[in-house]
């Protein structure tokens, strides 16, 4: 059983794809737990749960957690996320099956104030202690989870997502270019995130009001600074240039139409938005915060900068979309390494193993 919480949207996505690329194989069977109202389609062997707020939320979910084990046959429970993990593994252990976790995000003092985040903060070692194993998605949040719980640091590993299949285009640069309202050769810098604090969009918009009146931004993503963001952009005297796309259901189709993807982010994971965009061809500039440095090498396949830093950013930007040639290059180099360090197939044969 795969468990997962609320989601944005990748690890839902992460969640979708291994359910159904390992389920039927070999023997194994895989069904989804999880709430019946992700952001991404589920495999249709998905139960209805949710993994609630507070304190009292944590037994209900496990009283829940546990009734479904109780019900069905299943072997392994594999949770995703924090808050899922811990409720998970106790409702497993109680079952007496093993639980792995996957940590795709490590808590910081954003999420929801600085009192909240020190509780979550004294999660991450009872999560690593709780659980049989950890599976840690970048090399920051392992060397956390094995600062957190020392004793235990053999139980967690690090394990690179596999980004699966290139996502399908469906309409051509000039297409999309034409929809937007885009010149031809006009660069187009897309960046894909909630508008949320922790994606910093303020600072891209600073960055491309600082380049030249030709370069547009698209924002595609939905999220409570929408209306902070357009007034910021009026501000700037940008806001022909800056569009907020809200929620698309195309987003292959606008990042392989840019000449650049943007991530501004002041903390991430290994964010999935910015491996799909390597596998469209599209270079990545993007702020130096939690995995970005496993994604991308700063000169070599594309860009990093400081976080909160427009100018510095509208550098890096300026450096991709006014060299054609240059850009060529970070995408290829940047598609090779996803290639070898985030290997879908070595993933998939790890939690086969695991799962056994």
């Known amino acids: 059983m795969q468990v997962l919480g609320r989601s944005a949207g990748g690890i839902a996505r992460h969640v979708a794809f291994v359910a159904g690329a390992l389920d039927g194989y070999h023997g194994l069977d895989v069904e989804v737990a999880g709430p019946s109202d992700l952001p991404v389609p589920m495999p249709p062997r998905t139960v209805a749960l949710e993994i609630p ?46 639980a792995l976790v996957t940590v795709h995000n490590l808590v910081r003092p954003e999420m929801g ?58 309409r051509s640069r000039a297409e999309v270019r034409a929809e937007l309202r885009v010149a031809p050769g006009a660069p187009l810098v897309v960046s894909v995130a909630r508008l949320r604090p922790q994606k910093d969009l303020g600072t891209l918009v600073r960055a491309v009001a600082a380049l030249p009146a030709d370069v547009h931004l698209a924002l595609v993503g939905e999220g409570p600074l929408a209306s902070q963001l357009r007034a910021l952009a009026g ?42 965009a390597i596998q469209l061809g599209t270079p990545v500039v993007a702020t130096r ?3 970005m440095a496993e994604l991308v090498e700063d000169g070599v396949s594309g860009f990093l900068v400081p976080p909160g830093r427009p100018g510095d950013l509208a550098n890096a930007l300026a450096s991709v979309v006014r060299d054609p040639a240059a850009a060529v290059r970070l995408a290829g ?12 197939d070595r993933m998939l044969a790890r939690l086969r193993e695991a799962y056994s």
Request: hydrophobic fraction near 45%; include cysteine.
């Open 53 to 98: 707020g507070g304190v009292r939320g944590h037994w209900t979910a496990v009283r829940d957690l546990e009734g479904l084990l109780a019900r069905r046959s299943y072997d392994v429970v594999h949770a995703h996320g924090l808050r899922a993990g811990i409720d998970a593994s106790v409702a497993a252990r109680r079952r007496g099956l093993p």
């Open 113 to 170: 104030g600085q009192p909240r985040a020190l509780v979550l903060a004294r999660a991450e070692p009872l999560l690593v202690r709780l659980a049989t194993h950890v599976f840690a998605v970048s090399d920051e949040i392992a060397a956390r989870l094995r600062h957190a719980a020392p004793g235990l640091a053999h139980k967690v590993e690090l394990l690179h997502l596999g980004v699966g299949p290139p996502p399908a285009v469906t």
């Open 235 to 276: 501000d700037l005297g940008v806001s022909e240039r800056v569009r907020l796309l809200g929620w698309r259901d195309d987003v292959a189709d606008l990042v392989a139409a840019a000449d650049v993807f943007c991530l501004s982010s002041v903390w991430e994971g290994v964010p999935l938005a910015a491996q799909e």
């Open 289 to 291: 915060v939690g995995g």
């Open 333 to 344: 180099a940047a598609r090779r390494g996803l290639e070898r360090n985030f290997s879908t």
